[in-house]
């Protein structure tokens, strides 16, 4: 079975909040939404984003979120009360719950952050190919760890970073999934394939910057156990590395790097 790394309790769900905050809005500008269009957000999480696809797209459109998680559902209720053309609905990623009527019928499907975390990506990218219309656009936004970077170098958080790569791999996941995107997205038969970067960082100069560090940490700290339980750092090594991340921060120069990346492709006709 698929396995979240993160889970579900109250901190992860702050956590995600914050991340949405933070990056909603590049996200949404590169969508290029219209009015009128109907979208379909696979993995929709809190529902946030799923609501500014829906203000993007306005009374004309519609947006349809499909989330596995009941606690993340429950979340997700808050942004669509009194919204007649943003819905939420409980499924899995391999299987939509999509009516007849729904099978090739959104202009755009997307999923953000969630092949990283399923045992077999081109099932999902499969079922936001069915979900399509022909021209129709499949967006799919994720993450290739390697592509993180800290200036000044920290070499005391090298090996804890290595460890969390670690922990995807041992629970089946795939932490590289962003340098696959284009590659899933040919091999359902898309054309007019698209690859970009969306960018995620910060410097100890920018209000935010704090936030981006506490991301960092929360998201090492959810991913302990699976560390520990599987040897994959000793935990004394895993706490001073933590504790120079938090000390780093301090450092007048101190920048985050990190690329997220972007695919789209064109449903043939």
Same mark, same amino acid.
């Given at each position: 079975m698929d396995q979240y790394i993160h889970g579900y309790e109250a901190e992860e769900q702050k956590r995600l909040a914050q991340l949405n905050d933070l990056l909603n809005h590049r996200c949404l500008t590169k969508m290029r939404l219209e009015k009128g269009q109907k /979208? #379909? &957000? /696979? !993995? %929709? $999480? #809190? !529902?946030?984003?799923?609501?500014?696809? @829906? &203000? @993007? /797209? $306005?009374? %004309?459109g519609m947006v349809v979120g499909i989330e596995k998680s009941e606690e993340q559902l429950t979340q997700a209720s808050q942004w669509s009360s009194g919204i007649d053309h943003l819905q939420f609905r409980q499924g899995d990623a391999y299987s939509l719950p999509l009516e007849r009527k729904e099978v090739g019928f959104y202009d755009v499907t997307h999923t953000r952050f969630l092949l990283e975390h399923v045992r077999t990506p081109l099932q999902v990218v499969r079922e936001l190919f069915r979900a399509t219309k022909p021209g129709g656009r499949i967006l799919l936004l994720d993450d290739d760890h390697l592509r993180f970077t800290l200036y000044p170098e920290l070499p005391a958080f090298d090996s804890i970073w290595s460890a969390y790569l670690g922990s995807y791999e041992v629970l089946g996941n795939d932490p590289y999934v962003g340098r696959k995107l284009v590659g899933l997205l040919a091999d359902v038969g898309c054309g007019r394939i698209h690859n970009d970067f969306v960018f995620f960082g910060s410097n100890a100069r920018e209000p935010e910057f704090h936030f981006y560090v506490q991301n960092l940490c929360a998201i090492i700290e959810q991913a302990r156990p699976v560390i520990l339980s599987h040897e994959l750092l000793e935990e004394a090594l895993l706490d001073q590395g933590l504790k120079a991340l938090q000390n780093w921060q301090m450092h007048p120069h101190a920048t985050i790097w990190y690329q997220i990346c972007w695919a789209e492709g064109i449903k043939p006709e």
């Open positions: /979208v #379909l &957000d /696979v !993995g %929709s $999480g #809190l !529902g946030m984003f799923s609501r500014m696809m @829906a &203000d @993007a /797209v $306005g009374p %004309s």
